[in-house]
């Protein structure tokens, strides 16, 4: 082993890995909420290894890998232990100086899930757990992802059930011994799994189903008109595509508090754990609805078709982001159409959701100084880490952002082509190409998008497109929504989404008002920048005690922008830090909610747009 200073692992070559890994995780630990894994590597020649724990991850845009939750690494070779060491500032690779004569290692180690949140995502529970595969393995530096082959086993508690992308090859007892795959596909087939479980056909075919996962068994309350919906979406997702490109997918959804909310992509499956009462609370919680779509959009729109620098030939490779306002921003603008057309929204609650993300981005500060394409490096920069100043730093803006810009190319190419084409035409040629059923990834750059775009409706895209993403703003792009027949305006009452997602946060949003979002508790989660919340010197953090000498309350607070709105002073008592103070805050517009209304005589393509394909 070098003494000092490790060489640079071996680059990644397009060569086959020789043998396969035998990869087996023991997840019964659920009370501790450990993984124990051992896993048996070939061994090809004698001589320096370097094992890497994958880093970059592909649906989180950045090296997201949870190395500080790797623990217990323990490597043998022909019975014997061989010493390992860490390389100084690549802290995911291995080194190993193999033996001669040693055909196999065998490497154990424990993945430990978070305990609390503070430590990170928690991904066990006492009832049901998720499972990313690349937390739980090591790998060989050198070779392709796609060059690994892993046959992956899984021992599960007693009586739980799992779900998960790959076929079962066996199974004994509660120990499920998964097809051998190429590590690329292992690691895009997390596995979701519990003691209360229940699977779905969401199609004809019986392709796509839905599994649920839940902390409780009268959370599993699904009912024919719940699943309604989630089978339009998928035929609204076919008519969209034309084509699907994967042989079967598995949405993974856990309605639960014990673990870490979280949506992430794959190319045959997604991730979902989302708010206990989906199903059980079905009214209560609707503006979360638009999860499941987004995450299977992506299956055309991130997997099947993905920017040329987004791809990687192995997890130790920076992943790149520069087209990300189409894999997410126009993914996020099918999920809302996707939601509208399926009928898991209505057109109304769709266009009130618009309105929200059109009135979030109007308002944010930090596109004076900061294009939508820097964002893009946002994933990388604060991992979605909490921040200060959102609406000035701004975060991951080519979702919200992105969603806008592809409404004003929907809605202008409806304009250019007589009504005759539309984005849907995009979708097809673009997302929709090639052979049904083929799944590899097909890589795309810049040119292509202005291209084909250009094929549907001849226009100066690449200038319209550097414009809106190299380009510094004042307020956000609108003009969608007003060649989709509407104009966004405020109203002093919010829309049935406006109040869904603050029932469903646990907040008052007076972003559009005092410029704050607090929780229930008088917490103060967002403070709008240059906002007259900001004026009075309140910042992210703050608790708020008292509103005009009463005590804190949401509605306290509610009534009193009111009041203000009639000339009485609104007055808070504050608490940051240690320090105590009173804010005044210099606010007399009243309440502020926005909303989409219709233009007269304008046409209405924002509702052609959300309306079912026949
Ligand atoms: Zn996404």
């Given amino acids: 082993m070098p003494a000092s200073q490790p060489a640079e692992p071996p680059v990644p070559e397009d060569r086959a890995f020789p043998g396969t890994i035998r990869l087996h995780v023991d997840a019964r630990d659920v009370l501790r909420r450990i993984f124990k894994v051992r896993e048996i590597i070939p061994i090809e020649q004698p001589g320096q290894l370097v094992l890497l724990f994958p880093e970059w991850l592909p ?34 690779a291995f080194y190993v100086d193999v033996p001669e004569g040693v055909r196999e290692i065998e490497a154990e180690f ?11 995502r928690v991904v066990v529970g ?19 992802a796609r060059q690994i082959a892993v046959e992956a086993t899984l021992t599960l508690p007693d009586e739980w059930q799992a779900a998960c992308a ?11 011994t998964f097809e051998t795959v190429p590590l690329d596909v292992l690691v895009d087939s997390p596995v979701f799994a519990g003691r209360y479980f229940q699977r779905l056909a969401l199609d004809e ?3 796509v189903h839905l599994n649920i996962v839940a902390d409780s068994p009268e959370l599993l309350a699904v009912t024919p008109d719940k699943i309604a919906p989630h089978r339009a979406l998928i035929a609204q997702t076919d008519a969209l595509f ?67 620098d987004s791809w990687t030939p192995s997890f130790d490779q920076p992943i790149r982001n520069s087209l990300m306002w189409v894999y997410e921003g126009q993914t996020q603008y099918w999920d809302r159409v996707l939601c509208a057309r399926s009928g898991l929204w209505t057109a109304e609650q769709a266009m009130q959701a618009i309105a929200l993300t059109a009135a979030t981005q109007e308002v944010r500060a930090g596109s004076r100084w900061r294009p939508m394409s820097d964002t893009t490096r946002d994933p990388i920069i604060a991992a979605r880490a909490a921040l200060p100043w959102a609406s000035w730093q701004r975060s991951e803006d080519y979702y919200a952002e992105g969603s806008l810009v592809w409404l004003d190319v929907d809605t202008r190419i409806r304009e250019l082509s007589g009504e005759a084409r539309s984005l849907d035409d995009f979708a097809q040629r673009f997302f929709g190409t090639g052979e049904a059923g083929d799944w590899t990834t097909n890589t795309y750059d810049f040119e292509e998008v202005i291209t084909c775009l250009n094929d549907l409706a001849p226009f100066d895209w690449r200038a319209f497109f550097l414009d809106k993403i190299e380009g510094k703003h004042e307020g956000a792009p609108l003009a969608g929504i007003e060649r989709g ?17 603050e029932k469903v ?42 509103v005009n000498g009463d005590a804190y309350s949401a509605e306290a607070l509610k009534r009193a922008v009111a009041a203000a709105a009639s000339g009485e002073g609104l007055s808070l008592r504050v608490r940051a830090g240690k320090q105590e103070r009173e804010a005044d805050i210099r606010y007399t517009g009243g309440h502020r909610y926005p909303h989409l209304e219709p233009v007269e005589g304008a046409r209405p393509r924002l509702l052609e747009i959300l309306a079912p394909r026949s």
């Fill in 166 to 176: 790959l076929k079962e090859a066996a199974r004994e007892a509660a120990t499920i």
């Fill in 59 to 92: 649906g989180y845009h950045a090296p997201q890998a949870p190395i500080e939750l790797f623990a217990g690494l323990k490597i043998q070779g022909a019975g014997r232990d061989l010493a390992w060491k860490r390389h100084p500032t690549q802290v995911h």
């Fill in 110 to 120: 424990q993945f430990l899930s978070p305990t609390d949140p503070a430590q990170g």
């Fill in 205 to 207: 075919r019986a392709e």
């Fill in 126 to 144: 006492p009832t049901l757990l998720s499972l990313q595969w690349n937390a739980v393995l090591l790998y060989p530096a050198g070779y392709f």
């Fill in 242 to 308: 034309g084509t699907r490109h994967f042989d079967r997918y598995e949405v993974l959804l856990a309605l639960s508090e014990e673990i870490g909310s979280i949506g992430v992509e794959h190319h045959r499956s997604c991730e979902a754990v989302t708010v206990k009462n989906y199903f059980s609370d079905w009214d209560a919680t609707f503006s979360r609805r638009d999860t499941v779509p987004h995450e299977f959009v992506h299956s055309w729109n991130g997997k099947y078709r993905r920017g040329a």
């Fill in 505 to 546: 946060a646990e907040n008052v949003n007076l972003m559009f008002s005092l410029g704050l979002i607090a929780s229930e508790t008088g917490n103060v989660q967002e403070v709008l920048w240059e906002g007259p919340a900001f004026d009075a010197g309140l910042t992210t953090g703050t608790t708020l005690l008292a």
């Fill in 485 to 501: 027949g509407f104009r966004l305006t405020y109203r002093s009452a919010p829309s049935a989404y406006w109040a869904n997602t």
